[in-house]
């Protein structure tokens, strides 16, 4: 009996054999097209740098006339201003020779800088200037020669890092300082979007004629306000980065928390239109909480069925934004908070105009009530958005007028930018 299955055996082993030799004659191929993608993709990302990685000794020579390392130099950090090896800038520059005489910080965090460790042994006898409440003046920069800035900028027109740029770069450009700005990714896409405050924007060249989303990096930004902002240019040298392209995914760009809601690239993409949603009431965005930029929310006093909050989970899915069943306690309101907690899919494929419009115009339709801070008309555009959702202004009016602008936008700013491919317009 065991003799004559061995016919059968031999020949099962011989169409086994065979399967796999053509299995592996058609899957080697893929296999081997699949490694060398990964490999070049890993090889991009090795070699990314970031304007602080990408500092050389002649560069830095290069920035006075006597061409040597002997100025005085000013550093403008926050929380963000480090390497992707961990490493704060201020060492960075430091142990490439630079005499750093003062650090300036833009945002209210130079407690937790010092808080957390983030000023260094090399550093703690340089004296920290937080221009957060009290704005520079030129008598601030006697006896430095050289300003470096280098702020992860979020990527949004009311972000505070765009407006400490435009201020540093003021007083740079008065006091005939030079400024180095080291360049860092836009971690919101390549989108250029959303609403200006004059309706010509000639009219009025100041920071309230760039769009709310602009797809510019730092550096671009830093290019473009110099030639369009100041009224005194600056003398201006940008250290861009290194194999960057507007398409890198955000999850990879992202160095360290923004702020201390900001502290993930989900919160940093929720932040695009959910901190505009946080200045209308009765919405919680989960601020002081772990989720801060990652929720919509409304207290459990105000009744939204199961049915309508499924109802905006559909809508959210069309908009490019996915969602979950969500519900926390908020101390701040006293009462519990339930709604979805969300996540943007693709920040290059997402309108944050579209869906903060969509979102106010569903809770609208709902019944729910909405009262716009003083802060929110206060932001360039917003009044604009308000009227839309009252229904003062018709959308087709809306988006011609944003087309314009935006497509205006565009030929200005082209020839600041510094890396393919350029940003594009989208119009809600």
């Keep these: 009996m065991a003799l004559g299955n061995q016919p059968i055996r031999r020949y099962g082993v011989a169409l086994l054999s065979v399967l796999c030799m053509v299995a592996f004659i058609f899957l080697l191929p893929q296999l081997c097209i699949k490694y060398s993608k990964n490999s070049h993709s890993d090889h991009n990302h090795d070699h990314f740098k970031l304007g602080l990685e990408n500092i050389t000794h002649d560069f830095l020579c290069s920035l006075t006339a006597l061409h040597d390392l002997s100025y005085a130099a000013a550093l403008v950090t926050n ?147 110099n030639k369009y902002v100041l009224k005194k240019p600056a003398q201006l040298y940008v250290v861009p980065m290194d194999h960057y392209n507007r398409h890198m995914h955000s999850y990879y760009a992202f160095v360290g928390k923004l702020s201390s809601n900001i502290n993930s690239i989900e919160a940093c993409h929720g932040y695009s239109f959910l901190g505009l949603l946080a200045e209308v009431s009765p919405f919680d965005i989960g601020i002081g909480t772990d989720k801060a930029f990652q929720c919509i929310l409304l207290p459990e006093r105000i009744k939204f069925s199961q049915r309508q909050w499924f109802n905006l989970k559909k809508q959210l899915m069309d908009l490019g934004i996915d969602s979950t069943s969500y519900r926390y306690y908020s101390k701040h309101k006293k009462d519990f908070c339930s709604g979805l907690r969300v996540c943007i899919r693709d920040i290059s494929n997402f309108s944050l105009l579209r869906a903060l419009v969509g979102t106010l115009e569903f809770f609208k339709k709902e ?38 602008e935006l497509e205006h936008f565009f030929v200005m700013a082209s020839s600041s930018f510094m890396y393919k491919p350029y940003p594009k317009v989208v119009v809600i």
């Design 367 to 404: 019944g729910i009530h909405l009262g716009f801070s003083r802060k929110f008309c206060s932001i360039p555009g917003m009044p604009k958005i308000k009227e839309l959702i009252d229904g003062t202004i018709k959308r087709e009016d809306f988006e011609a007028q944003r087309k314009y």
């Design 79 to 225: 929380l963000t201003g480090q390497d992707q090896a961990d490493n704060r800038n201020i060492d960075v520059l430091l142990k490439n020779g630079l005499k750093i005489k003062k650090i300036f910080v833009p945002g209210n965090e130079l407690n937790e800088l010092v808080h957390l460790g983030k000023i260094t042994n090399l550093a703690a006898h340089i004296p920290i200037i937080d221009f957060h409440k009290k704005p520079l003046k030129i008598a601030d920069l006697k006896g430095i020669d050289v300003v470096f800035f280098d702020v992860q900028d979020v990527g949004i027109c009311y972000c505070s890092s765009l407006g400490a740029l435009v201020h540093v770069m003021e007083i740079v450009g008065r006091s005939g300082k030079t400024i180095v700005v080291l360049d860092r990714p836009n971690l919101l896409g390549d989108a250029i979007e959303g609403v200006f405050c004059s309706h010509d924007i000639h009219e009025s060249l100041n920071v309230d004629a760039i769009p709310l989303r602009y797809g510019m990096t730092i550096g671009e930004l830093a290019h473009y306000c």
